[in-house]
Nanobody, 122 residues
Framework: QVQLVESGGGLVQAGGSLRLSCAASIHIFSSSDMGWFRQAPGKEREFVARINWSGSSTAYADSVKGRFTISRDNAKNTVYLQMNSLTPEDTAVYYC???????????????WGKGTLVIVSS
């Protein structure tokens, strides 16, 4: 059974930083591209960042490029998202998942976890 457990969210002031973590109980974590997505209130879930299985390649949504950094520790089956210079527009529930680009964009492969809520106050 695939399980994705996100943590590290919270309330932060604009300009602040947070580091999110995602532990995956999937045996194929080490060979899967992993990604972060987010869903703001009243909006659809959107892609945030992706990292390939080895950690040598990353991709970011334009809205977070230069502020967010995705990384992974395959020995711990964990992927991270370092978020700096946060703005109120970053307020959302953040989710991780193994990702595929088979549909033309980035999409999650497995069932979504509960996510972790990030609230950025102005």
């Amino acid at each position: 059974q695939v399980q994705l457990v996100e943590s590290g969210g919270g309330l932060v002031q604009a300009g602040g930083s947070l580091r999110l973590s995602c532990a995956a109980s999937i045996h194929i974590f080490s060979s899967s591209d992993m990604g972060w997505f987010r869903q703001a209130p009243g909006k659809e879930r959107e892609f945030v960042a992706r990292i390939n299985w080895s950690g040598s390649s990353t991709a970011y949504a334009d809205s977070v490029k230069g502020r967010f950094t995705i990384s992974r520790d395959n020995a711990k089956n964990t992927v991270y998202l370092q978020m700096n210079s946060l703005t109120p527009e970053d307020t959302a529930v953040y989710y991780c998942n193994a990702v595929t680009t088979a549909g033309g964009g980035y999409a999650g492969i497995y069932s979504w976890g509960k996510g972790t809520l990030v609230i950025v106050s102005s």
